[in-house]
């Protein structure tokens, strides 16, 4: 299972880079706003120093919602660097700029994503990765968990290329569910991937074997 980080903070990004676990990056326009990066130049800038840390893919997210904004908009993203997935929302318009840039060979990653019938839509329009938000489906009472299920079964059953990447992770519960459920993808905080390192056992255990080393 590939691990993303979901920030726009450049020294988090870093850290997670520098644990050797890191597959990529997501960002959002919520997560861009988060580090006061503003204006499209300063934007535009932001993912490029985000491709400079990592060295796996790095989602890139649209604002517009209209076909031709969306494809303008992604095509610039695209440009920017190699490793740029463009970010587009689940919605009818998003669905046709999905294949338009599958068709080109630009990588994408659908968003928003809160149905199988929705995956069902991203992966038949050749999404490279496509975003279930498990964490807010809880918030509301829906087990984010069984989206996941869902969706493998559904690609399983069919062969889709599309990579189930499984976003607005909150914890590190939820990493451990999806690896087991077959998520092909997680992106998370910092915070709930070095969540997976601790365990009191560890700690009390490599006490000990400090201690008695200097015995
Ligand atoms: O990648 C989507 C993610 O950023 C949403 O997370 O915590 O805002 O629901 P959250």
């Known amino acids: 299972m590939k691990f993303f980080i979901d920030t726009a903070n450049l020294a988090q990004i870093k850290e997670a880079q520098d644990l050797g676990v890191l597959d990529g990056v997501t960002t959002n326009p919520s997560l861009m706003a988060k580090e006061g990066i503003k204006g499209q130049e300063n934007i535009l800038k932001h993912y490029v120093d985000i491709c400079n840390i990592v060295t796996g893919d790095v989602s890139a997210e649209v604002i517009s919602t209209d076909f031709d904004g969306m494809v303008k908009e992604g095509e610039a993203l695209a440009k920017l660097h190699p490793r740029i997935v463009v970010k587009i929302p689940m919605i ?92 092909d993808v997680i992106t998370a905080p910092l915070s709930a991937i070095t969540a997976l390192l601790k365990h009191p056992l560890t700690d009390i255990g490599l006490a000990q074997f400090l201690a008695d080393a200097k015995k």
């Open 92 to 183: 009818k318009d998003g669905v046709k700029a999905i294949k338009y840039f599958t068709e080109k060979g630009i990588k994408t990653n659908c968003t928003l994503v809160f149905s199988a019938g929705q995956a069902l839509l991203a992966a038949k329009a050749g999404a490279t990765y496509m975003s279930p938000f498990i964490g807010r489906l809880d918030d509301v009472s829906t087990d984010g968990l069984n989206l996941i299920e869902d969706i493998r079964i559904i690609y399983d059953n069919y062969g889709y290329e599309t990579e189930i990447l499984a976003a607005s992770v909150r914890h590190p519960m939820h990493i451990i569910e999806c690896a087991k459920i077959g998520a």
